[in-house]
């Protein structure tokens, strides 16, 4: 499996500086510059007017921008949803999804072309994990929603195709970029990365001591079952994963959200719910019911809406924060992984 290229808009502000340094260029074009890529959200050197074509032309020669072309965008009916397809510098694809809540614009991201993760249900995994994408490739996924819709994006979740933690250092990139003053600046509290639960890189991300949420996607109260639908659960048991998240907690004070996917007679039964609240009984913690997106791959449906709310009655009682993901852009396939899926069979 191969890394993504470098590029410029993956460098931090500090690798900016060293570069023009070394260039032997004036120490105030690095901001000038930096700014023109995260503030200004330019997507190539032609657009910075103010910095002279010999520099450009020395820093192009260096490190290119990444490409990120919009080949397919679908809208929902209600027009609070957006997905989009981007095709990158090699041709590869992935989606993002832009959320307009009453809060703000979300942006859903992806960080691998592809996983390896291989859950059941799942669209992105059907084809494996092409490469790693590069925090530039993340942030322009952001980047270019902004710019195309004109509106600001205030929260992020890296909930798209691929797992995060799996991608480690440019996601830790990513997060260091998209949070800084002189670029997007979006706070750390708004920002929410999903995990299928790799427990070292869990404690690994708890001791970077970020303000980010975490989100742990469970789908199961038991080992046995969560190895039915989570290859994942093979490697890390949920013993551990509680471990790490409770480490998670304890180092950065931010509760733990865990994701709980309802599908129809696999793990929504009342005793599935009941194992889960015991499983979390005193944790800070919120859990978040998902009725599955059903995916033509696979013979898998979403629980009924009464199962849901039984599911969701049984962890009340028991005192556990939960909620039912609000349900947007289903009439555009904005699950997991559908839209660029469908895409590439097109091609
Ligand atoms: N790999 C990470 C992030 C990507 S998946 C993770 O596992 O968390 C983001 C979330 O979408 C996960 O909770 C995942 O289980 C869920 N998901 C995947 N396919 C889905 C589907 N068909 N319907 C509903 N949720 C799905």
């Known amino acids: 499996m191969t890394n993504a290229r470098d590029d410029i808009v993956s460098l931090n502000f500090q690798e900016v500086k060293d570069l023009i340094k070394e260039l032997g260029e004036p120490a105030f074009r690095a901001k000038q510059i930096y700014e023109w890529i995260h503030k200004k959200l330019v997507r190539d050197y032609d657009e910075m007017t103010n910095v002279p074509q010999k520099l450009k032309a020395m820093l192009m020669e260096r490190l290119p921008f990444p490409e990120i072309e919009e ?29 307009k809540y009453r809060y703000g614009n979300s942006v859903c991201i992806s960080s691998q072309v592809g996983c390896r993760m291989g859950c059941t249900f799942c669209a992105s995994t059907l084809m494996g994990l092409s490469r790693q994408l590069a925090p530039s490739e993340m942030l322009s996924q952001i980047y270019t929603i902004q710019r195309e819709t004109g509106e600001r994006v205030s929260n992020v979740v890296v909930m798209g195709t691929g797992e995060p933690l799996d991608n480690f250092d440019n996601l830790i990139k990513f997060i260091e970029l998209l949070t800084d003053e002189n670029g997007l600046n979006i706070s750390q509290r708004n920002i929410t990365v999903s995990t299928c639960g790799l427990t070292e890189n869990i404690k690994k991300l708890a001791d970077k001591k970020l303000g980010i949420t975490l989100a742990i996607s469970l789908h199961a109260p038991t080992d046995d079952e969560r190895k039915r639908i989570m290859p994942i659960a093979n490697k890390y048991t949920i013993s551990e994963i509680l471990e790490a998240t409770d480490y998670y907690f304890e180092k950065t004070g931010r509760r733990i959200s865990y994701e709980y996917g309802l599908i129809d007679g696999e793990n929504d039964s009342t005793i599935n719910a009941e194992k889960l609240s015991a499983l979390l009984k005193g944790k800070n913690c919120h859990v978040n019911l998902i009725p599955i997106n059903p995916i033509k791959e696979r013979t898998y449906k979403s629980s009924t809406p009464k199962g849901v709310i039984r599911f969701k009655k049984v962890l009340e009682n028991k005192g556990i924060n939960v909620t039912i993901r609000e349900e947007m852009g289903r009439d555009i396939d904005a699950a997991c992984g559908q839209l660029r899926k469908e895409y590439m069979d097109r091609q």
């Open 71 to 99: 080949v397919a965008r679908r809208d929902s009916a209600s027009g609070d949803t957006s997905k989009f397809v981007f095709k990158l510098y090699d041709g590869y694809v992935i989606e993002s999804v832009l959320m």
